[in-house]
């Protein structure tokens, strides 16, 4: 007769402030697929069936926090898997922990130095920057031949030096000319200042990189205010109905921004609506790729035949690869660049807003 | 010229808001000698009380303006005689009272409205063109609502007897007191007030900026700021520092970066601290 014992996975990542519909997005998916095992009766490891718990503490995109809940995940509620952080500052702080107490964990933050190849444990649950930026700037420069300058606004942290960073070679690699490279703090909402010194270097392009949504739309909504006529990009994280929201629909229509998922599709809604029944909508469209990961990982586990032993599961883990996600097949990748295949590579969609939604405007593998 | 001059408008745009949140902080203090750090708080609420009577009923936005404002009012009057009296006058129990009340506001937003930032819709959109300067229309309208709300603010404690005794408990509250001065009035009063003016400013700017539960923090730190430059107490202080304040934001905002802006106001609040601790105005 199998018992039915309690899986734990941790959940450490931005859930309350700016940011936190990527952190969410982490909190959401995983209990998505909580909720989807248990409601069949729980994982089957072994001999054993386990009913899935997920405890969540909010780092609030901050370091000193991301230690305090991590810590605690591992120290004592005993957790040897966890979802986040997806803050990169965030990130750097609690991979040590991971690495040093073999925990298995599904990160975000789109920091580089997030891999390297000494990572084991850590495991980045969505394409970053690294894989979407360049192609989709291309992408830019051959359906936008007339745009020749980008001025580019960034969080004063981690995440945001780090996006600077790649942004600026790829929009010089493309040859692009940039303009203006803004760091600004997370608290900041009122723009005009800043914008009254950018809007005169006559941007062609505002890049709003890893600015959250809710700000990003500010920043939008300010500069045409204030008379600037050119284009929106943001390569960084999605949010465009936040943006929408914020910036309002005429002065968010023709942005065009990395789309993390085809919201039109089936699949997509129906996961959705998943989501509205364990977390308050809207759903950020991260969700898609760390509710494969969670898939994933679970599998991994049933697969390992162990809650306990780490390195069985990881091991299993990277043998999942292709796997079937909700929006076409995923793979572990990333040996060239970061010298571990710790790196999900997913289809990467353009996506332009369209009368207050977002819209397709090409795929690129 | 062009730059100079945008720098100025922008910075008294923002001045005019940071006023009226000090101006509140600074009557609480002034009176009670509480520091609230709850004030950031009233204009959270006030700016959910617009997201949820203009952005999800609909109501008018102006009346909505006014009506959140009175209710911040009638609320700050309702904590002080139900939280805050035991500690007139006990500034660090005050504190951690403020403190308390202002983390329990937070998660309740929290629980009710969730993490995400919110909009409502603009009443006003568009722009002056004022020469080579550009003035966003809605930030106009906040800047003419707050100077209004600041000069009735004025005549109220210049020239109402009850304003008259509030300035008189402000100096010194036994000999208000033997003057027949009630300060179990003047203290939920002068709450209320502080309350009424923090809502305005929190119900004027959320159409401007996106509202969440957190969203008070930032404006009360600004409040802080200006207390301290101006002087804890100190009504024209905090008029002056607000001005002050403002100035400095948009001037090294738009010059340097705002990371600079941020250092350099702290910067000063630092030198006023070491070297002129009661502020600029304080006496």
Known sequence: ??????????????????????????????????????????????????????????????????????????????????????????????????????????????????????????????????????????????????????????????????????????????????????????????????????????????????????????????????????????????????????????????????????????????????????????????????????????????????????????????????????????????????????QIITPVFVGIVKNGEQTIAGQIE | MEFALQIVVNGLMSSLVYILMALGFTLIFGIMRVVNFAHGEMYMIAAFLVYALVGSLGWNYYLVVVLSALALGVFGAILERALFRPFVGRELQGMIMALAVSITLQAVAFILFGPNDLSVPRPITGVFDVGPMVIPRDRVAVGASALVVLLAFYVFMRYTKTGLAMRAVVQDEDIASIYGVRPKIIHPLAFGIGAMLAGFAGALMAPIYTIHPYMGAQPMLKAFIVVILGGLGSVPGAVLGGIILGLLESLFATLVNTTVATMVCFGIVVLILLFKPTGLLAR
Do not use: C
Not at chain 1, 46 to 57: A, F, H, L, P, Q
Not at chain 1, 79 to 100: C, H, N, R, T
Not at chain 1, 133 to 156: D, Q
Not at chain 1, 316 to 333: A, D, H, M, N, T
């Open chain 1, 1 to 342: 007769m199998a018992q039915t014992e309690v899986l734990k996975i941790g959940v450490v990542s931005a859930l309350t402030g700016p940011g936190s519909e990527w952190g969410l997005a982490q909190d959401g998916a995983i209990k998505i697929a909580a909720r989807e095992v248990n409601a069949k009766g729980g994982l089957k490891v072994g001999d054993k069936t386990y009913r899935i718990e997920v405890i969540s503490y909010d780092d609030q995109y901050k370091a000193a926090m991301a230690v305090s809940g991590a810590t605690r995940l591992i120290e004592q509620d005993k957790v040897k898997f966890i979802f986040g952080p997806m803050g990169s500052a965030a990130l750097l702080a609690v991979k040590p922990l991971y690495e040093k107490n073999k925990t298995i964990a599904v990160i975000g933050a789109y920091t580089e130095k997030a891999l390297d190849k000494d990572t084991k444990y850590s495991y980045r649950g969505f394409p970053t920057q690294t894989e979407f930026a360049g192609p989709i700037v291309k992408w830019l420069r051959s359906h936008y031949p007339n745009l020749k300058t980008v001025a580019e606004f960034e969080p004063n942290d981690e995440t945001g030096w780090a996006s600077q960073r790649l942004l600026k070679g790829d929009y010089q690699a493309a040859g692009f000319e940039i303009v203006s490279s803004e760091l600004v703090e997370r608290n900041v909402k009122d723009f005009q200042p800043v914008l009254t010194r950018v809007l005169a270097l006559k941007p062609d392009i505002i890049e709003l990189g890893t600015t959250p949504p809710g700000t990003s739309g500010l920043i939008v909504r300010q500069a045409r205010e204030m008379g600037f006529k050119g284009q929106f990009v943001k390569l960084g994280g999605p949010g465009v109905p936040q943006i929408v929201a914020a910036a309002g629909k005429d002065f968010a229509a023709g942005l065009i921004s990395y789309a993390a998922a085809d919201t039109t599709t089936k699949a997509y809604k129906e996961l959705e609506a998943k989501y509205a029944e364990v977390l308050k909508p809207p759903m950020n469209e991260f969700t898609v790729y760390f509710y494969d990961m969670a898939r994933m990982l679970l599998e991994a586990i049933q697969r390992a035949g162990t809650v306990d032993d780490t390195d069985k599961v990881r091991a299993e883990f990277e043998k999942l690869s292709p796997y079937s996600g909700i929006q076409g097949q995923v793979r572990w990748g990333g040996m060239d660049h970061y010298g571990s295949n710790h």
